[in-house]
């Protein structure tokens, strides 16, 4: 399947447009009309023919009662004699709108709403001619606790008394909860916000303080003029908040924000703030987009973190951190949000994309660049071999039929949230990635300047994209590229040698054969499913003969292709360096030769031939006890990430195990894992790095739980006691490893005790693995109350769902936790965030019975579940394929006999 080659509407427009503060730029308007949906093929789209220029926005929210009051002004221009102005508008009351002209004169609009397309019609009794209007428009809504829109959070300060906040999320279609606004990506406008508070309050928003006067016993904040931007990137926040220092970048001050008495926890994240700014700047070429940039740390947040222009919001695990006590996992997750929110004030903020269809040029390129900021900042860290877990996710996704392209037509709120998932923004910076390579990185950089000079203050297609790396590249682009990002999976590149020829060839890989076996919820629409598939791929293959390695590339275009192998051939080792975004499948003697001399591979090259024959052996196509065999060279592997995926698969293995297998499993574990874990054993060395320090903890917990290995409990015992009496007595990497295993051998008054840990909490991050270590216990009371607690107010929405879907990771607690689901569905629904509970249907993946299977399938499609887009779909295909290897257990079983006669010293 190939696209038709277009010629990009951007590739003619030349002229840089000065980066100044809020300039509006000549934009044809054309341009929008090309895009024009028609409203009949989708309802949930705006007309065109009226487009705002700017808002002057008055907000004056009241905590105590949750409501606000609202005062908009929209300059606007009306193209076509209309009576009818459409734009969006939710759970808001608007209560009068009125048409004012150039000469003063105005007209009063009577208000229509449309609930189901959240749309709101002005209608006049006299239609407006073309030109300049301003709709001036009253309202009133509601402050809601559903983390989204114009919503409420809470936190209790030392004392114990709760304190209330007001913050906004709109991203992906949730400013229109807040004010009514032209609220597509590609209506950009500038706003002059006003926000009207208590006086004891600060407010923050995404321009600096123009003026602050008192007025009638309120606070009074005007804040500058935004530069022209998208609605979803709209913020304003009123609490109690307290700031750091500004830290000068440039002519940027960078301050972090907090509820009061989290100072401490502030350094990190601001030294990664002004590091990564420092960086993009340096990068994209262009300056940073705002006047000022605050980061707010927000007690309540439905995702990680969110790129408003000039007042990045962070659920506080993302940015406060006390860099003494985090483990290793811990810092690296805070300077990856920062980082990633931070590229996205040009890729986003500056530049964004037309509609969600093209998302992954916001977030996939956050993704990519979140890893070059952070390499470039702690080069130590080894950012780019770490992604390779996260390519992995992609690739679990991305070989189901039910997967999608990169790119994906989205029409309704929940399909452009459903678009913020693993191929948005995993598969899209694996590919970035690769292309960067290919290209070389300076090229790739200059392609990526030229794009963001072309589309500043505007919107972009990925075809605009293509048209900017070419002209840095200067290569067709589309040929290369289009595959990666509008075709569904990815391939399979199989590796063999015949008369003295390396052969190669290339199909989709998928876990299952057959499309059909996996017809779930929605009818499936196979993208190019069993027709031919077939992408561009560039390949590195270092070849080793005569104890000399080479490096050959090439790109693989057709079905298959080979090449001529030396005498004297020691090894072939394809995806050299690990950029690729394929699978490779060797023949057994290759395999063999790799397999004799790992050491000649670098970490991410072990990694993807561990992933790889994982994920060839789920698929059926070699024997699962080949692989089991397999992972027994790796018993004195050193990288974490090898080890992740390791023990990523120990851990599908054993969920599919009955629990009289169980014991013989735990064996092989402790027979793969127990030399490592032996060898690095309790206490840090002097001058090891921190990937060593994650390695050790990762390793005790797997030694501890999935080995169930009884010295290692006790250990975990005496460690915790340790830490008890002083927190620096234990290395940080190794607590959440005690804390698992303690909750998976603990009791109830070992539960209450976590529980209260969790409630007192000093940092954002102990405060999640006490929380999250209630759904680690494997008595079935406590985890009933572990549930129990995720609806009746005890802990956060924010991290409700991702608790339920803990217990259900659990084997035992997944009964409990399904039936708990089925059973509280309407409540979670009414009480999760939006994307919680999607994220939370996730868990079903992991009750891998066939009677769960059926019973998960029948609840879904007997409620009429969506969960958006391909979602559910994805989720169930998943199940099944846990299911189908399930079908292998006597092959296991059998595989597994030998261990069950060791014994635990
Ligand atoms: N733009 C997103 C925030 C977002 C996520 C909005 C989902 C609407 C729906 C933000 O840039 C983001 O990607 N946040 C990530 C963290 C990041 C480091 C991957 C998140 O929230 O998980
Ligand atoms: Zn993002």
């Not at 559903?146 to 992906?172: C, N, P, V, W």
């Not at 408003?308 to 949000?337: K, M, Q, S, W, Y």
């Not at 890729?347 to 660049?369: C, I, K, P, R």
Request: aromatic share 10%; proline share 5%.
């Amino acid at each position: 399947m190939r696209l038709p080659l277009v010629v990009a509407r951007g590739g003619l427009r030349s002229a840089v447009p000065p980066l100044c503060f809020s300039i509006e730029r000549p934009q044809g308007e054309d341009d929008m009309d090309l895009q024009m949906p028609s409203r009949a093929l989708d309802p949930h789209r705006l007309p065109r023919h009226v487009l705002p220029a700017r808002y002057d926005l008055r907000l004056e929210p009241d905590l105590d009662q949750a409501t606000f009051a609202g005062i908009v002004a929209i300059a606007v221009d009306v193209h076509q004699r209309t009576s009818d102005i459409v734009l969006n508008a939710a759970e808001l009351d608007i209560a009068t709108a009125c048409a004012e002209a150039a000469d003063g004169s105005s007209c009063e609009g009577r208000i229509e709403i449309e609930d189901a397309l959240e749309q709101a019609h002005i209608l006049f009794r006299r239609p407006l001619d073309p030109g300049r209007r301003t709709l001036h428009l009253t309202f009133n809504g509601r402050l809601n606790d559903k983390l989204r829109g114009f919503y409420r959070s809470t936190y209790r300060d030392t004392s114990g008394t709760i304190h209330r906040l007001a913050a906004t999320q709109f991203e992906a279609t949730d400013a229109r909860r807040a004010f009514p606004c032209w609220d597509e990506p590609d209506f950009k406008a500038v706003f002059g916000t006003t926000l009207v508070v208590d006086p004891t309050m600060t407010a923050v928003a995404n321009t600096t303080v123009m003026s602050e006067r008192v007025e009638g016993g309120k606070k009074v904040l005007r804040y500058a003029d935004t530069i022209k931007m998208s609605t979803y990137l709209v913020a304003f926040i009123v609490g109690r908040l307290e700031a750091t220092e500004p830290q000068q970048v440039g002519k940027t001050p960078v301050r972090l924000w907090a509820v009061p008495g989290k100072r401490q926890l502030t350094p990190f994240g601001l030294e990664i703030a002004v590091a990564s700014l420092k960086f993009f700047e340096g990068y994209y070429g262009i300056p940073y987009p705002g006047d000022k940039l605050d980061l707010l740390a927000i007690p309540d947040f439905a995702s990680g973190a969110m790129e408003n222009l000039g007042a990045i919001t962070f659920r506080e695990t993302a940015i406060l951190v006390d860099e003494r006590r985090a483990t290793h996992a811990e810092l690296e997750r805070v300077a990856d949000v920062v980082a990633h929110e931070n590229a996205h004030m040009w890729f986003g903020d500056l530049v964004t994309m037309s509609w969600w269809n093209g998302l992954w040029l916001n977030e996939a390129f956050a993704t990519f660049m979140e890893m070059l900021a952070v390499d470039a900042w702690k080069p130590e860290w080894k950012r780019w071999e770490t992604f390779g877990v996260s390519r992995a996710a992609a690739f679990s996704v991305d070989g189901l039929w039910s997967t999608r392209p990169i790119e994906y037509p989205v029409r309704a709120p929940k399909d452009a949230d459903a678009m913020f998932d693993v191929l948005t923004y995993e598969k899209g910076a694996s590919v970035l990635r690769m292309v960067e390579q290919y290209l070389g990185p300076t090229v790739f950089r200059g392609g990526v300047r030229e794009y963001l000079r072309a589309h500043a203050y505007g919107n972009a297609d990925t075809k605009d994209l293509w048209v900017s790396l070419g002209k840095a590249a200067k290569i067709p682009v589309p040929e290369l590229m289009d595959a990666w990002i509008f075709q569904s999976g990815y391939p399979l590149v199989h590796v063999g040698v015949r008369e003295n020829m390396l052969w190669l060839y290339q199909e989709r890989f998928t876990y299952l054969a057959d499309p059909d076996a996996v017809t779930t919820s929605s009818s499936m629409n196979i993208s190019g499913g069993r027709q031919e598939q077939l992408w561009q791929i560039p390949i590195q293959i270092r070849i080793t003969a005569n104890g000399k390695a080479e490096t050959t590339r090439l790109l693989l275009k057709e079905t298959e292709t080979h090449l001529e192998l030396p005498k004297g051939l020691e090894s072939v080792l394809v995806n050299e360096e690990g950029h690729g975004f394929y699978r490779v499948d060797y023949s057994p003697p290759l395999m063999d030769r790799l397999l004799n001399n790992l050491n000649a591979l670098s970490p991410i090259e072990r990694f993807n031939l561990v992933n790889d024959a994982w994920a060839i052996a789920v698929k059926g196509i070699r024997p699962l006890t080949g692989y089991l065999d397999l992972t027994a060279r790796f018993k004195s592997e050193t990288n974490k990430n090898v080890w992740a995926v390791l023990l990523d698969s120990f851990q599908t293995l054993y969920r599919i195990l009955g629990s009289g297998d169980r014991p013989a499993f735990e064996a092989f574990v402790r027979d793969r894992v127990g030399s490592t874990a032996g060898e690095l054993g309790w206490a840090p060395q002097r001058g090891e790095d921190d990937l060593v320090k994650q390695l050790r903890g990762e390793m005790v917990a797997a030694f501890g739980k999935l080995g169930n290995d009884k010295a290692t409990q006790a250990r975990a015992v005496e460690a915790y006691q340790a830490y008890r009496e002083d927190a620096a007595a234990v290395d940080p990497n190794l607590l959440p490893a005690i804390v698992s295993i303690l909750a998976y051998t603990g009791d109830a008054a070992r539960y209450e005790e976590f529980f209260w840990r969790f409630r007192s909490a000093a940092t954002p991050q102990e405060e999640r693995r006490y929380l999250f270590s209630l759904a680690g216990f494997r008595q079935r009371e406590l985890l009933e109350q572990t549930l129990a607690k995720t609806i009746n107010g005890e802990i956060r929405t924010q991290d409700a769902p991702f608790l339920v879907s803990a217990v259900m990771n659990n084997v035992h607690g997944r009964e409990l936790a399904w039936e708990f689901v089925k059973t509280n569905w309407d409540a979670m629904d009414r009480l999760f965030p939006k994307q919680g509970l999607r994220r939370m249907c996730g868990g079903i993946t992991a009750l891998a019975t066939r009677e769960l299977e059926r019973d998960v399938r029948d609840f879904f499609s007997s409620r009429k579940i969506s969960l958006g887009g391909k979602t559910l779909d994805q989720y169930l295909e998943q199940l099944r394929i846990v299911v189908r290897l399930k079908g292998e257990e006597k092959d296991l079983i059998r595989y597994l006999k030998p261990f069950s006669w060791l014994r635990q010293e």
